[in-house]
């Protein structure tokens, strides 16, 4: 059974940082594209970044670019979003997902929340 | 933001025929494939159409997808009650580099 179990979420000022991890079990994880996708609340979701399989190919949205970095450890079957410069506009809950060979996103974590406040 | 536009709410009664459309562009929708996400409210978002017009393994048969030009479209032929929840649509745009989501779609079953 697939299975995306993210951590590290939490309440933290503007200006921090936070890791998030994704511990991912049930299938070939160095064969697969992870991504994180993020949900503001009451609002829709939002895609935040994506790395290939062997790590040569990072993507992120705009608004996160030069702030959060994507990695991934293929021996522990884990992905991280290490997240700098927190604002209060990236307060969400954050979605670690496997993409497919059509980039759909087939299996998604249950979300870990990211609150940025003083 | 989102650059796929759905409109943001339709209804039905049970057993209705219900369509959500999705608008994009050339650089997202007219170049790549479009796929469907569902998400009841307060759970994470569960993929419902790949590739167009695919279904996951589990997904109901009257769900079903389809693209043309810039546009895709999302159909279920009999609305049942635990359909009811927010859709999604999304592609890779190529003008970003990034995939994008639509508005979203809310779902009501009268």
């Known amino acids: 059974e697939v299975q995306l179990v993210e951590s590290g979420g939490g309440l933290v000022q503007p200006g921090g940082s936070l890791i998030l991890s994704c511990a991912a079990s049930g299938f070939s994880f160095s064969d697969y594209w992870m991504s994180w996708v993020r949900q503001a609340p009451e609002k829709g979701l939002e895609w935040v970044a994506n790395i290939k399989q062997d790590k040569s190919e990072k993507y992120y949205v705009d608004s996160v670019k030069g702030r959060f970095v994507i990695s991934r450890d293929d021996t522990s079957n884990t992905v991280y979003l290490q997240m700098n410069d927190l604002s209060a506009e990236d307060t969400a809950v954050y979605y670690c997902?496997?993409?497919?060979?059509?980039?759909?996103?087939?299996?998604w974590g249950q979300g870990t929340l990211v609150s940025v406040s003083s | 933001q989102s650059v796929l536009t759905q409109s943001p709410s339709t209804s039905g009664t049970p057993g209705q025929r219900v369509t959500i459309s999705c608008s994009g562009s050339?650089?997202?929708?007219?170049?790549?494939?479009v796929n469907w996400y569902q998400q009841v409210p307060g759970t994470a978002p569960k993929l419902l159409i790949y590739?167009?017009?695919q279904r996951p393994t589990g997904v109901p048969d009257r769900f079903s997808g389809s693209k043309s030009g810039t546009s895709a479209s999302l159909a279920n032929s009999g609305l049942q009650s635990e359909d009811e929840a927010d859709y999604y649509c999304?592609?890779?745009?190529?003008?970003?580099?990034?995939?994008?989501f639509g508005t979203g779609t809310k779902v009501t079953v009268l």
């Open positions: 999304a592609a890779w745009d190529d003008s970003v580099n990034g995939y994008v």
């Open positions: 590739n167009n017009n």
């Open positions: 050339g650089s997202n929708i007219g170049r790549n494939t």
């Open positions: 997902t496997r993409a497919g060979g059509s980039n759909e996103f087939d299996y």
